[in-house]
């Protein structure tokens, strides 16, 4: 096998059209962040980020994503926004080597944090498994009610602050896919704010990450597009969401609202809209990213396994390197980092320049 490491970009129409290939017919899912938009996306912001390309007899197999970090440490790209990560690859592909895969590009350790499946080598450095929730649409085209599996109360609730909205502000009003740049504008700035409100570090104060939202807003592909969904009550937006899109698949990112009208639920409303829509447009499946929060049990209908955890190379210097990462020490001066605003910003401020 030879493997060659470049940048997004430097990636010819043969093997973009290659990487989609795998991710219809192959082992690993076809969810968009697994597709070459996001990474081109993410990848004329990162300069460190690069792609992995296995070949054998001439024909690609494989397409391993991921950052250089500093001193050798492997990211996935688009780290902390990438809800999917691994190697994308054939289905004659079911093993590889990781030390070469890394030796490639000089690094020591690769850490993920969204494993997906079908990633044969890569699995035995799991460290910890969890799922990510999942609504299934298939069956809607024959009349199924989507949310027939959510509680009584939770759908009689959204009908009555759906009247209710409509007649203090207006009809309502659904958009699935809204061009204009400015309602991205809006949906980050009604973003960046409800993280300061909650006392989360802004990820949109980071310029990397607004820049491939805006990249990912303009792409249009069957592996990946960006859709941004309006929620109007009469002319006035009360909620965006901002997600990716394959053929089959809509992974939930970035939902917004108004906190002005937050007594009508306008993030339930406008979710209960996107299902709807999402359904309509053909799509089987809503991924909805791995967290807890409870408003997402409460409406899945499933569970997509993810997986947390690193891959090192055979070498003393790596096996060090990895313990030290690791030590209970590190653990603590990260919770102590995220627990301080000021030294949060800063470390944001140093990853930012790595």
Not at 19 to 42: H, K, Q, Y
Not at 214 to 233: D, I, K, M, N
Not at 320 to 332: C, G
């Amino acid at each position: 096998m030879i493997i060659t490491v470049v940048r997004p970009t430097e990636l010819g129409p043969a093997e973009a059209d290659a990487w989609r290939t795998m991710l219809d017919d192959g082992p690993v899912p076809a969810n968009p962040f697994l597709s070459p938009e996001f990474s081109r996306a993410v990848g004329l912001q990162r300069p460190a980020v690069r792609v992995a390309v296995l070949t054998e007899a001439g024909r690609c197999v494989g397409f391993f994503p991921f950052e250089r970090r500093p001193l050798g440490l492997g990211r996935p790209i688009g780290d902390g926004i990438c809800d999917a990560q691994g190697l994308v690859h054939s289905a004659q592909l079911t093993s590889w080597d990781t030390d070469a895969l890394l030796r490639a590009y000089r690094l020591y350790a690769w850490q993920f944090d969204h494993l997906t499946t079908g990633q044969g080598p890569f699995e035995a450095g799991i460290t910890h498994r969890a799922g990510s929730p999942v609504i299934d649409l298939s069956g809607a085209a024959e009349g199924r009610d989507l949310f027939a599996h959510c509680s009584v109360r939770f759908r009689r609730d959204a009908r009555a602050k759906e009247r209710r909205l409509a007649r203090r502000a207006g009809d309502i009003r659904f958009v699935f896919h809204e061009s204009d740049p400015d309602a991205l504008e809006k949906l980050m700035a009604w973003k960046s704010a409800q993280y300061l409100a909650k006392g989360k570090p802004d990820l949109f104060s980071r310029p990397w990450v607004a820049e491939t939202l805006r990249e990912l807003h303009r792409t249009r592909s069957p592996a990946c597009s960006g859709v941004l969904s309006v929620l109007y009550a009469g002319d006035r937006p009360v909620a965006y969401h901002f997600g990716l899109r394959s053929q089959h698949m809509l992974c939930h990112w970035f939902p917004v609202y108004d906190p002005d009208v937050a007594t009508f639920s306008p993030g339930l409303l406008h979710f209960r809209k996107l299902v709807e829509a999402a359904a309509a447009a053909g799509l089987s499946r809503i991924d909805l990213g791995k967290d807890d929060y409870e408003w997402k049990t409460s409406v899945k209908t499933g569970d997509a396994p993810v997986a947390e955890g690193h891959v090192a190379r055979a070498t003393p210097q790596a096996a060090l390197r990895v313990r030290v990462r690791h030590s209970e020490l590190v653990r603590r001066g990260r919770g102590l980092v995220a627990a301080n605003p000021v030294l949060r910003a800063a470390a944001l401020r140093v990853l930012d320049r790595s």
